[in-house]
């Protein structure tokens, strides 16, 4: 069973930035795509970014695109989510999962997530 731990949430004002970085255990992680979800007060989980396993496919809300740039090190067993242009309503708590195939859009395993507040 992998564990995902994130890191790098925190407070910042709108049109900030911020990196957030997903740190994932075992030996298969470079099989798998990867992605961010986040889930706001009273709101459902929504899909944030992706990326397949070989960083060659990324696909983002349309409400990140521009903003937004998911990024991986298979070395590490790492990914990031770079964060620029902070709007209030990013606010949430940010979820790392990893997907269910190299390149797949459903994700089978989740994080604990990390908070990312946006004070305008």
């Known amino acids: 069973q992998v564990q995902l731990v994130e890191s790098g949430g925190g407070l910042v004002q709108a049109g900030d930035s911020l990196r957030l970085s997903c740190a994932a255990s075992?030996?298969?992680?470079?099989?798998?795509?990867m992605g961010w979800f986040r889930q706001a007060p009273g709101k459902e989980s929504e899909f944030v970014a992706s990326?397949?396993?070989?960083?060659?496919?990324?696909h983002y809300k349309d409400s990140v695109k521009g903003r937004f740039n998911i990024s991986r090190e298979n070395a590490k067993n790492m990914v990031y989510l770079q964060m620029n242009s902070l709007r209030p309503e990013d606010t949430a708590v940010y979820y790392c999962?990893?997907?269910?195939?190299?390149?797949?859009?459903?994700?089978?395993?989740w994080g604990q997530g990390t908070q990312v507040t946006v004070s305008s």
């Open positions: 999962a990893r997907g269910l195939g190299s390149d797949s859009p459903e994700f089978g395993s």
């Open positions: 075992g030996r298969t992680f470079s099989r798998y795509a």
């Open positions: 990326i397949s396993w070989n960083g060659g496919n990324t």
